[in-house]
């Protein structure tokens, strides 16, 4: 995250609009921080979108935006489950130009969604990185802050941030450090007298 994916996302359908190509920018429907009608960059800028359910609602519930457009940009691909589907039919069969930003991985670096499977299908990938919060080396990996272990948590700097290689390991180490403090902590058979070992929580 923050890697500037939505940024040049909207640079790249503005540029071809400006050219007068005809587009279409699609969202899922699951992030409706900024509202429904628009993908919203983390340092702002904004452009009118169609936020659905799935790509094929996109297709059947938008047909004439569908029908009429020669570039489609797609945000948050990774919420996506037709993602391949729909990007191999729109491309092979109906002749659209595809943009699709999304993330690879998740906080856990698991693959996340199927952004993956489309490497193969593309004429080009790019993978762009972030600047690490910390020491601001690349930042290939997201971190999250909070307890929660749900594979999809919408949200922005408040739940997560970019992260390098050994801050991102420092800080899962940390994560799981405390965890089992909290578990140990909340053990019927602990031992009340026992000390527990010396564990590190800084990430850094
Ligand atoms: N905590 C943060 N860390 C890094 N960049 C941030 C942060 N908060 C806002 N930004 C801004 O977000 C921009 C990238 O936003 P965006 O294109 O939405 O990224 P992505 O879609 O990859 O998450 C950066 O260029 C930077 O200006
Ligand atoms: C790492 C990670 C992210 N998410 C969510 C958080 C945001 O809503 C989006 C990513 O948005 P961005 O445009 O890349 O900034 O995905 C999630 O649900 N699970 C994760 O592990």
């Known amino acids: 995250m923050f890697a500037g994916k939505t940024t040049v996302l909207l640079q790249r359908i503005q540029a071809e609009a400006d050219a007068g190509r005809r587009v279409a920018l699609v969202k899922s429907d699951k992030d409706t921080r900024y509202g429904l009608g628009c993908i919203v960059s983390h340092s702002g800028k904004k452009m009118h979108c169609a936020a659905v359910a799935s790509?094929?609602?996109?297709?059947?519930?938008?047909?004439?935006?569908?029908?009429?457009?020669e570039i489609i940009g797609i945000d948050?691909?990774?919420?996506?489950?037709d993602l391949l589907s729909f990007c191999q039919s729109a491309a092979d069969w109906d002749g659209k130009t595809l943009i699709?930003?999304?993330?690879?991985?998740?906080f856990l670096r698991q693959r996340f969604g199927s952004a993956l499977d489309l490497v193969p299908l593309a004429d080009s990938v790019t993978k762009l990185s972030s600047r690490c919060e910390i020491c601001g080396r690349a930042a290939a990996f997201t971190f999250r802050k909070t307890d929660d272990r749900r594979k999809e948590v919408i949200g922005g700097a408040d739940i997560y941030m970019p992260v390098c290689r050994k801050h991102y390991v420092n800080g899962q180490f940390a994560m799981e450090a405390a965890r089992s403090v909290?578990?140990?902590?909340?053990?019927?058979?602990?031992?009340?007298?026992?000390?527990?070992p010396e564990r590190k929580?800084?990430?850094?």
């Not at 094929?56 to 457009?69: G, M, R």
């Not at 929580?201 to 850094?204: D, F, R, S």
Request: charged share 25%; proline share 6%; aromatic share 8%.
């Open 76 to 81: 948050e691909a990774q919420f996506f489950d």
């Open 55 to 69: 790509l094929s609602d996109f297709k059947s519930n938008k047909p004439e935006l569908y029908a009429q457009a």
């Open 201 to 204: 929580l800084a990430i850094g």
């Open 100 to 106: 699709v930003a999304g993330l690879d991985g998740d």
């Open 182 to 196: 909290v578990l140990e902590s909340h053990s019927p058979q602990r031992d009340p007298c026992s000390s527990s």
